[in-house]
Nanobody, 121 residues
Framework: QVQLVESGGGLVQPGGSLRLSCTASGRIFPNDVMGWFRQASGKQRELVAIITSGGVTTYGDSVKGRFIISRHSAKNEVYLQMNNLKPEDTAVYYC???????????????WGQGTQVTVSS
């Protein structure tokens, strides 16, 4: 079982930036796929970005060009740099880990508790 802990959420004005971090512990495999999902109030959880052990990245359409996912495998950490934030980015952001490549919630077996990101003036 993998334990994931997110940090870095908070309140930011539109156009601002935030960096989320996720630290993994427990049963971690080198080829695990890591990702970020988000869930806004009243909506389904959606893909934000994923990154493979080889550094291949995939982004949700709404964040392409604004968010950057990266990982430090030796530290078992994954990051999400969020730039030019918009009010519609407001959501709880979840870190996730999976043993195979996938783009859906069902493809990831381990989840963090989530961190709130609020974009508002």
């Amino acid at each position: 079982q993998v334990q994931l802990v997110e940090s870095g959420g908070g309140l930011v004005q539109p156009g601002g930036s935030l960096r989320l971090s996720c630290t993994a512990s427990g049963r971690i495999f080198p080829n695990d796929v890591m990702g970020w999902f988000r869930q806004a109030s009243g909506k389904q959880r959606e893909l934000v970005a994923i990154i493979t052990s080889g550094g291949v990245t995939t982004y949700g359409d709404s964040v392409k060009g604004r968010f950057i996912i990266s990982r430090h495998s030796a530290k078992n950490e994954v990051y999400l740099q969020m730039n030019n934030l918009k009010p519609e980015d407001t959501a709880v952001y979840y870190c996730a880990a999976g043993e195979r490549f996938g783009l859906t919630v069902a493809d990831f077996g381990s989840w963090g508790q989530g961190t709130q990101v609020t974009v508002s003036s």
